[in-house]
């Protein structure tokens, strides 16, 4: 499936971009590391990948039609985590695209709709001696072809033809933050969860801790009451929620 550039880069400040679409490629992250521009911001698009990464080591299953996209900057102070600040604006730009309330957010930073996970963010660091880039990469289910049980996709609306759109909503959204940064984003992620006030349970490393999901911390980290006045934050783990796919 090609894609539209002129609808992927409608409204946007072009002295800040390069885009660079692929019908193919392994990882668009991984793209983003071996190549430099000179623009603030390289954002890089393919149709289909052959070796999507998921968070922790897992592998992201990227057939032709959905969204892969990285988008890489110099990494620099911002006033939130760049993880969690993606999470909002990506779940605001599909609830815009496809008119429904009914997205939300899942700690650390998945996307889900319908109790399924249909969309996911791997952040990446690249040190270099004068520099870190940063590479925030994107991957949102557009269709799949085959599905487990817990992954979830907008096959229904129509969401393959309406891919450039989504992913110029996610850019304009995200020259914004670079730009201006995100207020009020911990009320802003705290209304999108969706397991606000709910009972869950956090893995990390062999452990599984069980508590009350008090919200997010200024780090961006999950905060969980295990008992009254024990209150434990994570900054990485797994989130298991009753009635909630759990992968
Ligand atoms: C997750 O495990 O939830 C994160 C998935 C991130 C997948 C995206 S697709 C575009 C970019 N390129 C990759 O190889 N991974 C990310």
């Not at 760049?82 to 899942?106: C, M, P, Q, W, Y």
Request: glycine share 8%; aromatic share 8%.
């Amino acid at each position: 499936m090609q894609f539209n550039e002129e609808i992927i880069l409608k409204g946007l400040n072009l002295a800040n971009f390069e885009l660079k679409t692929h019908q193919l490629i392994d990882s668009t992250n991984d793209e983003c590391k071996r190549i430099s521009s000179n623009k603030d911001i390289l954002v890089i698009t393919a149709d289909k990948q052959t070796m999507g990464k998921g968070r922790k080591g897992k592998k992201w299953h990227s057939p032709e039609g959905n969204i892969s996209l990285s988008i890489a900057f110099a990494d620099r102070e911002f006033d939130l985590p760049i993880s969690i600040a993606t999470g909002i604006l990506v779940k605001d730009a599909l609830t815009e695209v496809f008119n429904l309330d009914s997205i939300k957010l899942k700690w650390p930073n998945d996307l889900v709709f319908e109790k399924k996970k249909i969309g996911g963010i791997l952040v990446e660091k690249e040190v270099f001696s004068n520099y870190t880039k940063a590479i925030v990469g994107i991957g949102i289910n557009l269709e799949l072809d085959k599905k487990e049980s817990w992954w979830g996709d907008f096959g229904d609306l129509n969401g393959k033809n309406l891919r450039d759109k989504i992913i110029n909503k996610i850019l304009v959204k995200f020259e914004a933050l670079f730009r201006d940064g995100l207020n009020d984003w911990k009320n802003l992620w705290n209304q999108s969860c969706i397991h606000n006030d709910a009972i869950i349970s956090v893995a990390r490393n062999d452990e599984i801790i069980k508590g009350k999901y008090l919200g997010i911390n200024d780090s961006g980290e999950l905060l969980l009451e295990k008992k009254i006045g024990e209150i434990i934050s994570f900054s990485s783990g797994e989130v298991s929620i009753k009635g909630i796919y759990n992968k």
